[in-house]
């Protein structure tokens, strides 16, 4: 039997689902129909053998080659984090991804696996999360407003602490650091479409001041918010 075609047709069937697999080099060696759509190729064998940075901004293939190495380090799986969407550089899209070790019969890691889906605030606050998809609409809407996790906790019939409980189950992370990464993404798309100064920006976004926001920036980025407009301004 052939696995490799039979898995990759179950895998195709998964229309909001990317999957891929990578070897420690960083080379894809698997890539279903949506991993596809994400690095714009007409088929998974265009990707074959390719890497991150064949396909996304230096910043952007840097982070995500870093969390592969980590997982390959450790040997410890990264579940259900959020992340920018990889196809368009300042998207204010966000993801929620894993990746885990791939090991050879004898157990030694020989790459990673991983699959990430969008995350649609619209369709969200309809599916099956009660009205914590109401919260995280809220979040997407007025994300540069002085918001506070008791605000989302109301929306969502819920106490704060419920709240915080049942957000960090379903995303891994905290409701604070998930408003961040959409204050990020969209702060991203404004450095790379508007002349606004980086403090403008900062404050059009939701951050306290310029310090903030770069600190949040960088942290979450990897680099300031300068040099992402630098590396991302046109020509």
């Given at each position: ?35 596809c759509e994400y690095c ?59 990746k885990v070790p791939v ?54 019939g819920l106490s704060p ?75």
């Amino acid at each position: 039997m052939d696995w490799h075609r039979t898995f990759g047709q179950i895998l195709d069937l998964l229309p909001d689902v990317a999957f891929f697999m990578k070897d420690r080099r960083g080379r894809f060696v698997m890539n279903n129909r949506r991993a596809c759509e994400y690095c714009r190729a007409a088929s998974e064998e265009e990707t074959l053998g390719k890497t991150d940075a064949d396909y996304w901004p230096a910043d952007r293939a840097s982070s995500y080659s870093e969390g592969d190495r980590q997982v390959m380090t450790t040997g410890q799986p990264i579940l259900n984090a959020v992340s920018s969407a990889p196809e368009e550089a300042g998207s204010d899209r966000l993801i929620i991804y894993s990746k885990v070790p791939v090991r050879d019969l004898k157990g030694r890691i020989i790459g990673i696996a991983g699959i990430h889906r969008e995350i649609d605030a619209k369709r969200f606050a309809m599916a099956s999360y009660g009205r914590i998809g109401e919260a995280v609409r809220l979040m997407h809407a007025r994300f540069a407003e002085d918001l506070k996790t008791r605000d989302f906790a109301k929306v969502a019939g819920l106490s704060p602490s419920q709240f915080n409980r049942r957000f960090r189950a379903l995303f891994g992370t905290t409701p604070r650091e998930y408003l961040l990464r959409v204050r990020v993404n969209s702060a991203c798309r404004f450095l790379e479409t508007t002349g606004w100064t980086v403090a403008r920006v900062a404050l059009e976004t939701g951050f306290f001041d310029h310090s903030h926001f770069t600190r949040i920036f960088r942290r979450l980025m990897g680099l300031t918010p300068a040099t992402y407009r630098k590396m991302h301004s046109p020509g």
